[in-house]
T-cell receptor, first 114, second 112 residues
Framework: DQQVKQNSPSLSVQEGRISILNCDYT??????FLWYKKYPAEGPTFLIS?????DKNEDGRFTVFLNKSAKHLSLHIVPSQPGDSAVYFC?????????????FGTGTRLKVLA | DGGITQSPKYLFRKEGQNVTLSCEQN?????MYWYRQDPGQGLRLIYY???????QKGDIAEGYSVSREKKESFPLTVTSAQKNPTAFYLC???????????FGSGTRLTVV
């Protein structure tokens, strides 16, 4: 059972426009969410995170929104740039006994068209 | 520069052979992890280790083995028992109690 779902495997956006990547989760115990960006043949790199007690976190062109009632989070990239073309993974975390446990979504491939 | 290094980047294995993937970090991180990435399936946890000489099975540990004899090193052995080993393997590390992972650049294993 996939507890973290990214239902769109791919997304194409024109350069300069907004990219919106979505992630749905099922477990209310998750207390932190992260987005990672991954280029082909490389490891993922951390992009932005949000605590479950917040509903928005912004870092430059990247904003993550959390809707707890809908168990939904989204990553907005404005304006989108060709270098943003990558696979984006959302991850949900819950803590137990001082340890953090991760679940990753399946990823969304973003293509920004010049 | 501190970081996490995986080697080799590409690895070919004949069926029936065991093969070991290397993961070394100089970040002084306590915890290390091995993930496998397959198309359309995201990242799935194979094994993780919170401290030296201790490790736990993840979601898909069958056919894999690990060791954690040093804090810096967490090698993964893909055994002949792993039925579908062709994949991209990612190693990650983190400080205990810290949420963010640092990932290595990955090893692509292909069975020929």
């Amino acid at each position: 059972d996939q507890q973290v779902k990214q239902n769109s495997p791919s997304l194409s956006v024109q350069e300069g426009r907004i990219s919106i990547l979505n992630c749905d989760y099922t477990n209310s115990m998750f207390d932190y969410f992260l987005w990672y960006k991954k280029y082909p043949a490389e490891g993922p790199t951390f992009l932005i995170s949000i605590s479950s007690i917040k509903d928005k976190n912004e870092d430059g062109r990247f904003t993550v929104f959390l809707n707890k009632s809908a168990k939904h989070l989204s990553l907005h990239i404005v304006p989108s740039q060709p270098g943003d073309s990558a696979v984006y993974f959302c991850a949900a975390i819950w803590s137990t006994s001082g340890t953090y446990k991760y679940i990753f979504g399946t990823g969304t491939r973003l293509k920004v068209l010049a | 520069d501190g970081g996490i290094t995986q080697s080799p980047k590409y690895l070919f294995r004949k069926e029936g052979q065991n093969v070991t993937l290397s993961c070394e970090q100089n970040l002084n991180h306590d915890a290390m992890y091995w993930y496998r990435q397959d198309p359309g399936q995201g990242l799935r946890l194979i094994y993780y280790s919170q401290i030296v000489n201790d490790f736990q099975k993840g979601d898909i540990a069958e056919g894999y083995s690990v060791s954690r004899e040093k804090k810096e090193s967490f090698p993964l052995t893909v055994t002949s028992a792993q039925k579908n080993p062709t994949a991209f393997y990612l190693c990650a590390s983190s400080m205990k109690g810290i949420r963010g992972y640092t990932f290595g650049s990955g090893t692509r294993l292909t069975v020929v």
